[in-house]
C-alpha cells in the first residue's frame, strides 16, 4: 500500500528554513538534552517522514518542540501530520503536586512501561528528577488525601494480594535477578493495580493503604530496573513509588525508597548527590523512629564519603550507622527492613573500606557479610564478588581466585546486568595479578559471563 506524502511536514519544514540535515541534528541534540540517549537521525530519516513514513515515539514530541522554539507557536503532533507523542517525555520524573495527579502519572507509567515505549527505555538518569523528588518528599503537605469515587469498591483483599504478589516477585528477584521477573510486574501493575487506582471507591483509610501497597510493588519494578541497569526508568518509579508512599503517609517506606534512590546514585557514580537522597532518607526514619532504617541511611552516607575519597566522613557515618543499628528491635519494626541485618551492614561496610582502598578492613567486613540469608542469592553473589576483590587489593591471590569463582559461580544463574558488572569490576581489579596463572583461569571465565565491552 502506498503512503500518502507528509505534505504538513515538508511546508513546516520550509517555513522554518530548516535544511533536512540541520533539522535531525537539531532533533538529536534536543533529545540528548531531554536525557534520551541512542537518537541517530540524519537527512534520510526526515525525508522518509516526509515521504509519509510515521517515526516512532518521542520523534514526533521533540519535533513539535523544535518548530514551536522556531516559529514561536505550539504545535502538536498531528500539527505535523504524525501520530502520537501525547506522552510527555518527562513521565514519571517529576513529584507530582496531589493524589489525583500522581494516579494519573503513575498509571501512564506503567502503561508507557509495558509498551516498552522507546523513550522510557533510552531516558538517562537525571540528578535534577532526584534532587527535586526528594525535596518535594520533605516539603509536601500531606492534606491531600488519597480517595477516589469509582465504579468498584476495593477492600482489604485488594490490597492483601498486592502485597502478596510484591512478597513474591519479590523473592524471585533476589533468586534469579530482575531480568526474568520484571514484565510479569509491570504487566501486574498495569493490569491490576491501576484499575484500583483509577476506577475503584475508597475513603481515606483504604486509599492509604491501597496508595502504600502500590508504592512497594512499583518500588519493586524501580529495582529491577536499576538491576537491569535501565537507570533513567528505575529512577521514574522510584519517585512514583516516593509520591504513594506520601499519599499513605508513610514516613518510613518512603525513607526505603530514598534509601534505595541513594543506593542507585552510589552505583552509577554520582556520590554527592548520594549524600543528598541518604540525609533525606535520614530525616524520614527519625520521622517513622525506625532504627535500621535510620542505620541504613547512615551507612549509605558512609559510602556515599568513600566514594569521594572522605575517609574521616566515611568514619562518622559509619559510627552513627553502628548506634542506630544497636537501638533497632527487629521484631518490632516493618517487615519491609527485616532484611538489614548484620551481614547486610556489614556488606555496607566493606565496599566503603574497599573504596578507600582498605583491603584488609575490607576483607574482615566482606566475610562476615556471607553469613547472610541464603535466599538472597544476587546479594550473596555481591558480597562473594567484594570478598574476592578485597583479597585482590591484599594480594592474595589464592583466595581472590577461590572466592571470584564461587561468585561466579552463582552469577552464570542470574538474569542480572548489576551482577555482570560486578563480574567485570572483579576482572579489573584482579588486573594486577593477571601473571598468576590462576588469575589468567578466573579472567577467561569472567569474560564468558561479561565480555569487555
Not at 331 to 355: G, S
Request: charge should be neutral; proline fraction near 4%; hydrophobic fraction near 45%.
Amino acid at each position: 500500500m502506498r503512503r500518502e506524502h507528509n505534505l504538513l511536514l515538508r511546508h513546516l519544514i520550509a517555513e522554518a528554513g530548516f535544511s533536512h540535515k540541520g533539522l535531525a541534528r537539531r532533533l538529536n541534540d534536543l533529545g540528548a538534552a531531554r536525557g534520551l540517549t541512542g537518537l541517530r537521525y540524519d537527512h534520510s530519516s526526515v525525508s522518509r517522514w516526509i515521504d509519509g513514513q510515521q517515526p516512532r515515539d518521542p520523534v514526533p514530541a521533540l519535533l513539535a518542540e523544535i518548530f514551536a522554539l522556531r516559529l514561536g507557536r505550539p504545535y502538536t503532533s498531528e500539527d505535523l501530520g504524525m501520530a502520537g507523542g501525547a506522552t510527555p517525555l518527562d513521565l514519571g520524573q517529576e513529584f507530582p503536586h496531589t493524589w489525583q495527579e500522581g494516579v494519573e502519572t503513575v498509571t501512564a507509567l506503567w502503561r508507557a512501561d509495558l509498551q516498552r515505549r522507546r523513550f522510557l527505555l533510552d531516558s538517562a538518569f537525571a540528578v535534577g528528577a532526584g534532587s527535586s523528588g526528594a525535596l518535594r518528599w520533605l516539603t509536601l503537605s500531606g492534606e491531600d488525601k488519597p480517595h477516589a469515587s469509582g465504579v468498584r469498591k476495593v477492600g482489604a483483599h485488594d490490597i492483601a494480594a498486592i502485597r502478596e504478589v510484591t512478597r513474591s516477585f519479590g523473592e524471585l528477584d533476589n533468586r534469579f535477578g530482575g531480568g526474568r521477573v520484571r514484565p510479569a510486574v509491570v504487566r501486574y501493575l498495569d493490569s491490576a493495580v491501576a484499575p484500583l487506582l483509577k476506577d475503584g471507591i475508597y475513603g481515606e483509610a483504604t486509599g492509604r493503604a491501597l496508595a502504600s501497597a502500590a508504592a512497594g510493588v512499583t518500588r519493586l519494578a524501580g529495582w529491577m530496573a536499576y538491576d537491569m541497569e535501565q537507570h533513567g526508568l528505575a529512577q521514574r518509579h522510584l519517585i512514583q513509588a516516593l509520591s504513594l508512599a506520601r499519599g499513605a503517609g508513610d514516613h518510613g517506606f518512603g525513607g526505603e525508597i530514598l534509601a534505595g534512590m541513594a543506593h542507585q546514585a552510589i552505583y552509577i557514580g554520582r556520590p554527592r548527590h548520594a549524600l543528598d537522597l541518604a540525609r533525606a532518607a535520614q530525616v524520614s526514619a527519625r520521622r517513622a523512629e525506625i532504627p535500621s532504617l535510620l542505620a541504613e541511611a547512615y551507612v549509605l552516607e558512609a559510602h556515599a564519603h568513600a566514594g569521594l575519597s572522605d575517609g574521616a566522613a566515611c568514619a562518622l557515618a559509619l559510627h552513627e550507622a553502628d548506634l542506630a543499628f544497636d537501638r533497632r528491635s527487629p521484631e518490632e519494626e516493618p517487615e519491609w527492613i527485616r532484611y538489614f541485618d548484620e551481614a547486610y551492614l556489614a556488606a555496607k561496610y566493606a565496599h566503603c573500606f574497599r573504596d578507600l582502598g582498605d583491603g584488609a578492613q575490607a576483607v574482615r567486613y566482606a566475610r562476615r557479610s556471607l553469613d547472610m540469608d541464603g535466599r538472597f542469592v544476587r546479594g550473596r553473589m555481591f558480597n562473594l564478588s567484594l570478598l574476592a576483590s578485597a583479597h585482590a587489593i591484599c594480594g592474595d591471590v589464592e583466595q581472590a581466585c577461590h572466592v571470584g569463582g564461587s561468585a561466579l559461580d552463582l552469577a552464570a544463574g542470574l538474569s542480572s546486568v548489576r551482577t555482570r558488572s560486578y563480574v567485570a569490576d572483579l576482572r579489573r581489579r584482579l588486573a594486577p595479578l593477571s601473571k598468576e596463572p590462576e588469575v589468567a583461569t578466573l579472567v577467561r571465565r569472567s569474560r564468558e559471563l561479561a565480555p569487555a565491552a
